[in-house]
């Protein structure tokens, strides 16, 4: 059978689930969904797909599809995912983060499990080989017990950092969360695609087995990597990355390479790990086992990072389960709780932003071979 693919989004994001797409046999991209027509219409001619609508639901009332992909900014996940599901369509993976706020987590869990739809967030990471061995070693207990993580990562908690946590939590095999203790900073009005964010945070996560993990965010150099953290175990330490491990115990002497096999050139993001998680979600669809990245464990990341922000807000540990809803960072802005220090509204990826693009330019610079991300920043560079 071959899976009739949509893509809801034409963005940057989107092409790396295309990348992956390509890569899988028994997948076939037929339609795209998007609200600007030179975007839908770029993607379609880099990518040879066929169809192009202006919204999700006329795209899934048109086309029999068997998978969708929500490549859209964060606010707009949750609508487009249930509208997908309610369309009929059997499979959904929704870009990370699932959703800004358990209560729109919720809703998505819903209305897929109304309508027989089984949901993947794109946690790609999941399939890297450093993750993968890591998770075996914890499970071998070559260090011992997990007794603490640390991650540092840039660009915000709900865009970076959510694979940072995601990833600790993966590693030490989805561990159940019993509280969470966080610190917020934002002296900036700053935003990521629409959605405020703090400058820098941090935050304490203790996990049922009483192992406890430290993830700080924009604290540290400003290229800390999303996929990067330490274990310190009851036996020995363990570095992990996407594509390395490195142990020391009682047997290495030392730090040690763990062997890893991966191919040459292994990305993190896209290729082989969206094209990975697409099997996996075809698998489960076929009657396999949940996907490692379902949104059920989606749910459990955005959990963490909202308890975090509403520890800040209510100053006191959070124990889980979560009862608010929303968006706590949201609350304590509007709450007067984060006053702006320096005036000034800004978005960290306004370069992606669409509306008002030069048309005709960005036409040129894809027809000179220029990527769509780099063609958009320097469209951004050249209106400022």
């Not at 964060?74 to 870009?95: F, K, Q, R, S, Y």
């Not at 946690?123 to 017990?145: C, N, S, Y």
């Not at 009682?250 to 094209?275: F, L, Q, S």
């Amino acid at each position: 059978m071959t899976y009739r693919v949509g893509i809801i989004g034409c963005g940057s994001i989107a092409r790396t689930h295309a990348d992956g797409y390509l890569r899988v046999a028994n997948a076939e991209m037929v339609a795209v969904a998007d609200p600007h027509p030179v975007a839908r219409e770029q993607f379609c001619e880099e990518f040879g797909i066929p169809n192009a609508y202006a919204s999700v639901e006329e795209m899934v009332a048109k086309e029999d599809l068997d998978i969708a992909s929500v490549c859209t900014w964060h606010l707009l996940h949750p609508d487009c995912t249930i509208d997908a599901a309610n369309g009929g369509v059997p499979g959904i993976i929704c870009e990370k983060p699932m959703a800004i706020g358990i209560g729109e987590a919720d809703r998505m869990l819903d209305a897929c499990e109304k309508n027989g739809t089984k949901l993947v967030v794109s946690h790609q990471r999941r399939f890297t080989p450093g993750w993968v061995k890591a998770r075996a070693l914890m499970r071998e207990k070559v260090i011992g017990d997990a007794v603490m993580v640390q991650g540092q990562v840039a660009q915000g908690l709900i865009n970076w950092a959510t694979h940072t946590i995601d990833g600790i939590r993966f590693v030490l095999d989805d561990l159940e969360t019993e509280w969470v203790m966080g610190a917020v900073e934002r002296q900036t009005n700053r935003f990521e695609r629409d959605t405020p964010i703090e400058d820098a945070c941090m935050g304490l996560i203790a996990f049922a087995n009483g192992a406890q993990a430290l993830v700080q965010a924009d604290l540290n150099r400003p290229g800390e990597q999303a996929g990067h953290f330490q274990i310190r175990g009851s036996e020995g330490l363990m570095e992990v990355t996407e594509n390395s491990v490195r142990v020391f115990n009682a047997m290495t002497n030392g730090w040690e390479d763990v062997e890893i096999v991966a191919d040459e050139g292994y990305r993190a993001i896209g290729g082989e790990t969206n094209a990975d998680s697409v099997r996996e979600l075809i698998a489960w669809l076929e009657g396999g086992n949940e996907h490692r990245s379902s949104g059920r464990k989606a749910r459990a990341t955005v959990e963490i990072m909202m308890a975090l922000f509403e520890s800040a807000r209510q100053h006191r540990v959070v124990h889980l389960p979560l009862e608010e809803m929303g968006y706590p960072l949201q609350l304590m802005i509007e709450e007067g709780k984060l006053p702006v220090a320096v005036p000034g509204r800004y978005d960290i990826r306004a370069f992606l932003n669409p509306e008002g693009m030069d048309e005709a330019a960005y036409r040129r610079l894809r027809a000179e071979g220029v990527s769509h991300s780099a063609a958009m920043r320097q469209l951004a560079e050249e209106k400022q």
